[in-house]
């Protein structure tokens, strides 16, 4: 099973650097995001998703949770809790270790985070407006900017960041840790859910950004 896997792991999770400038966007997906294979078609000796997350070593089970959300004592709750008889029941439980995260936790996670991806045929004009609120928020907040857009139509995508942003950026500090919280959660489980099988496998449950957000 090890060497089956390891050509979907990468021996480390990296970050990168962050410049002086922000980034009009960044890529979708964390560094070092890592693959669980998918579900199986007929290949032999292929294990559905959920399957292999359930028997896979604790350290490569912790290393594909990292890619969802990078918090190291999520992903030993949710590797220490398996096996998971579906996939409704181990996105509650990164619900409820998400919930469970202290304020640190949540700091340390967001260091990973990318911005929320824009369409690749945004204008210019968009990237700077962007550039300017997200500046703005991390000025405000000290974090970056985080927002789940699952379920978002694309042509609708740049209008809700830009919203979003600014509308958040009334918040204080404690009613910003919440909203970020969440959407760090949103995120991880729309991550999770598109590992263990995409579409096919998704349950049923609150995916959308925050509500009023």
Not at 140 to 152: E, W, Y
Request: charged share 25%.
């Amino acid at each position: 099973m090890t060497s089956q896997l390891s050509q979907h792991l990468p021996t480390t999770l990296t970050r990168r650097p962050r410049g002086p400038t922000l980034p009009a966007h960044r890529l979708p997906d964390l560094p070092g995001r890592v693959a669980i294979p998918e579900q199986s078609r007929g290949t032999p000796g292929t294990p559905p998703p959920l399957e292999w997350f359930n028997d896979a070593p604790g350290p490569d089970a912790e290393r594909a949770l990292l890619s969802c959300l990078h918090s190291p004592r999520w992903a030993r709750l949710l590797a220490g809790h398996r096996p998971y008889p579906d996939t409704a029941s181990l996105l509650a439980a990164a619900d409820e270790a998400a919930y469970d995260l202290s304020p640190e936790e949540i700091a340390e996670a967001l260091v990973s985070e990318p911005l929320p991806s824009l369409p690749e045929d945004t204008y210019s004009a968009a990237h700077t407006a962007l550039n300017a609120a997200h500046a703005a928020y991390e000025a405000k907040f000290g974090h970056v900017f985080v927002l789940c857009l699952d379920g978002v139509p694309e042509d609708e995508v740049l209008d809700r960041v830009l919203e979003d942003i600014r509308s958040r950026l009334a918040n204080d500090p404690e009613e910003e840790h919440t909203v970020t919280r969440d959407q760090l959660r949103l995120l991880a489980r729309e991550r999770l859910t598109d590992t263990l099988g995409g579409a096919r496998d998704r349950a049923t449950g609150p995916r959308d950004a925050a509500p009023g957000k």
